[in-house]
């Protein structure tokens, strides 16, 4: 599959992904619908991979690599973005988590030995700042106290995990280890792992069997975890975690047209420049460099 189509699937369902989620909010813990959606959708990759008589066997140390991917990819940058929308507003969270590029630049480098791009940082930071336009009227409010610099240290935790989750992968791929198969055992580990913090919380073991719900698991699960997660990482080997992670900066601005379309949301002035900053700092962050003679 070309990048570009790559690219395009990955924004368009984690762009819509947060209409998902909104139904699992309510009887069922969210770290408990994590470990559901990731349990669930590795059991799905295992049964494809099992079809496709894809290999599922690998060594110990190729285990470890791929539990630290779910670790900090499928469980807990998930669970710190919701303890994070407890104290701050969603905006703010989408804000500081697409900082996820500007990590992903660093960490390539220490971990990777990859090349600093300065176009992919000057393209992430009018992203994000773009990001802070389109949801200036929720920052605008904002007062600095102790719960929300807690909540704004849960934010930052959430989008450096998920970024050592993404050099983790890279690291995988450049190792061999395939994308199918390494996400079907990170997401069963990684949602082993929320198993283990719904029980050291004490959180009861619910299950709400309404149409919405299941739904929602479904949809999040197939298409967020199996189908997003999968042409997410494979256009990271591809194209570099740095400059595929400029996809976080996007999907919010997906999530914002959905609200345009179906919910009847009108943006002001400074919006609508987010809107014209975002995609252009995708422009910037994607540009290939002229060779030089």
């Known amino acids: 599959m070309e990048n570009s189509l790559l690219y395009l699937v ?28 990731f349990l669930l959708a590795s059991l799905l990759l295992f049964a494809f991979s099992a079809a496709r008589k894809l290999t599922l066997r690998f060594s110990r140390r190729e285990h470890q ?25 969603s905006g703010l969270v989408a804000v500081i988590f697409s900082s ?10 220490l971990f990777l030995k990859n090349p ?34 807690l909540g704004l240290l849960l934010a930052t935790g959430s989008a450096v995990s998920a970024s050592m989750g993404n050099i983790i992968s890279a690291r995988n791929q450049r190792n061999g280890l395939p994308v199918v198969q390494t ?6 580990y990684g949602g082993g792992f929320m198993l283990m913090v719904v029980l050291l919380r004490g959180t009861p073991i619910t299950f709400e069997a ?13 298409f967020g975890s199996i189908v997003a997660f999968g042409t997410y990482l494979t256009l990271l080997g591809r ?29 002001n002035t400074v919006q609508w420049a987010g809107v014209v900053l975002v995609p252009l700092g995708n422009v910037i962050a994607l540009a290939k460099r002229k060779a030089t003679g």
């Open 10 to 37: 990955t924004v368009l369902i984690w762009g819509s992904t947060w209409i998902a989620i909104r139904f699992q909010l309510g009887v069922v813990a969210p770290e408990l619908s994590i470990a559901y959606r």
């Open 65 to 89: 690599f791929m539990a630290l991917q779910g670790f900090f990819l499928f469980s807990l940058n998930y669970f710190l973005v919701y303890l994070a929308t407890g104290y701050v507003t």
């Open 100 to 109: 996820i590029i500007i990590f992903n630049v660093l960490f390539g480098a």
């Open 116 to 149: 600093i791009r300065p176009a992919v940082i000057l393209g992430g930071v009018v992203g994000i700042l773009g990001l802070g336009f389109i949801y200036w009227p929720e920052l605008a409010g904002f007062e600095l106290g102790s719960r929300a610099a």
């Open 183 to 188: 996400n079907a055992w990170g997401m069963v």
């Open 210 to 222: 309404s149409t919405g719900y299941i739904a929602s698991l479904l949809y999040l699960s197939v």
């Open 239 to 267: 194209m570099g975690a740095d400059r595929a992670a400029y996809v976080t900066v996007l999907f919010p601005v997906i999530a914002l047209v959905l609200s345009i379309l179906f919910e009847g949301l009108e943006l």
